[in-house]
């Protein structure tokens, strides 16, 4: 059970790009729709499991749920500029190297020679994967700029501080459903800040603010069962099955949502998800 358990995050955020991609709406609609939708996941757990969190882990778990709202809408702006067959690989990629790094130089995650040629060899199968998924055929017209890929990389930032604060000490032993409730405020609280600076108040009557809820509670869903899921067989291995999102996402994006891609950008992009993906396997064994 706890191997299904840890597959629904990959199910769940790989088809969560897609459906927010269908749904439509802005960057910042769609990331306030997410957070809605998470909040509402997260408020029941919290009723139903309830466990206790202190006021510093959660004002810290709030502000760690702001900074993944920039990655989120980093994310959701790139797959309307390059698409989302482009945008999830490049995304995972840079979550990978990123929350890699920080381990590594941060928390000192690698220990030895031999964890460290594994980990960075890793690594390298990752952005080359990633570089892979995102070339085009020249005589289609479609090149990825390098100013949508640097927009890309610099929110992802948001994704990789997020990730990294439970592993600060003052949420290190907090319960890992007590610090979700939080986050989702943050990732509401922050985009809503956004939005009321950029747009004001009008943008609470815009439909696609409230279409995006399903992907929320999708999100949500996913994240409860990513902490369950590693709480039964590991954070290692729920962790991998995680990272098979960027599989569902990518296809999906081919064959659901009809972004075209040349035989010869098939056959790259093909090439650089497998590789994406066993990078992700090989940092996680590192």
């Known amino acids: 059970m706890g191997y299904v358990i840890a597959l629904i995050p990959a199910l769940c955020w790989g088809v969560m790009p897609l459906i927010s991609t269908k749904v439509g709406g802005s960057s910042s609609n769609q990331v306030f729709g997410i957070g809605l939708g998470a909040l509402i996941v997260s408020t ?62 941060i ?95 009008k943008v609470f009557k815009q439909r696609g603010q409230y279409a995006n809820i399903l992907s929320g509670l999708l999100w949500g869903i996913a994240g409860l069962s990513y902490i369950f899921g590693a709480r039964a067989i590991g954070i290692t291995v729920a962790f991998i099955f995680s990272q098979l999102n960027v599989i569902l996402s990518t296809l999906g994006g081919i064959y659901v949502l009809h972004e075209q891609k040349s035989p010869f950008e098939m056959r790259y992009t093909m090439i650089g998800l497998l590789l994406v993906v066993i990078g992700a396997v090989m940092t996680a064994f590192a």
């Open 107 to 201: 928390f000192h995650e690698w220990q030895g020679s031999k964890q460290l040629i594994l980990g960075f060899f890793a690594l390298a199968l990752v952005i080359v994967g990633a570089m892979l998924t995102s070339i085009t055929d020249k005589s289609s017209g479609k090149l990825v700029a390098a100013k949508d890929v640097v927009f890309l990389l610099l929110t992802t930032i948001g994704y990789v501080i997020y990730s990294a604060f439970p592993r600060f000490p003052i949420l290190a032993h907090a319960d890992s459903v007590a610090i979700y409730l939080p986050e989702t405020i943050g990732i509401l609280l922050g985009v809503t800040i956004y939005q009321l600076i950029t747009e004001g108040s």
């Open 44 to 105: 029941i757990s919290m009723v139903i499991i309830r466990p206790s969190i202190g006021l510093i882990p959660f004002l810290v778990a709030v502000l760690s749920g702001a900074c993944w709202s920039v990655g989120q809408f980093g994310q959701f702006a790139s797959m309307k500029k390059i698409g989302v067959s482009n945008t999830m690989p490049l995304s995972t990629a840079f979550q990978l190297i990123g929350n890699t790094l920080i381990g590594v130089c």
